[in-house]
């Protein structure tokens, strides 16, 4: 199972941005999934989570501003970032708690995508 994350890049202040992370390979099903973030000297926070039934859950500093969604039907979860702050430069992550299934066992996991920069500068 990998996960793929696209979409950082560099923003202005008070610009957008929308991040995917894409899910493949042996999946019996996503539960949770969610988007962290970590900048420099700093540790890695949730940024937002949605379960699989659409429930979301976010961070009081992007409240508003941010919104996660999911298209099950693609396995890929996304985050609209808008009036984007200085403050929210950082390394993002996605993050999934899957269900693979094996010859012998049912077992789910947690998965991390390898990280795309957003970087929010005039």
């Known amino acids: 199972v990998q996960l793929q994350a696209s979409g950082g890049g560099l923003v202005q202040p008070g610009g957008s941005l929308r991040l995917s992370c894409a899910a493949s390979g042996s999946i019996f099903r996503i539960n949770d999934m969610g988007w962290y973030r970590q900048a420099p000297g700093n540790q890695r926070e949730l940024v937002a989570g949605?379960?699989?039934?659409?429930?979301?859950n976010y961070a009081d500093s992007v409240k508003g501003r941010f919104t996660i969604s999911r298209d099950n039907a693609k396995n890929t979860v996304y985050l609209q970032m808008n009036s984007l702050k200085p403050e929210d430069t950082a390394v993002y992550y996605c993050?999934?708690?899957?269900?693979?299934?094996?010859?012998?066992?049912?077992?789910?996991?947690?998965?991390w995508g390898q990280g795309t920069q957003v970087t929010v500068s005039s």
């Open positions: 993050n999934a708690f899957i269900v693979v299934v094996t010859t012998t066992v049912r077992r789910e996991y947690s998965y």
């Open positions: 949605i379960t699989s039934g659409g429930s979301t």
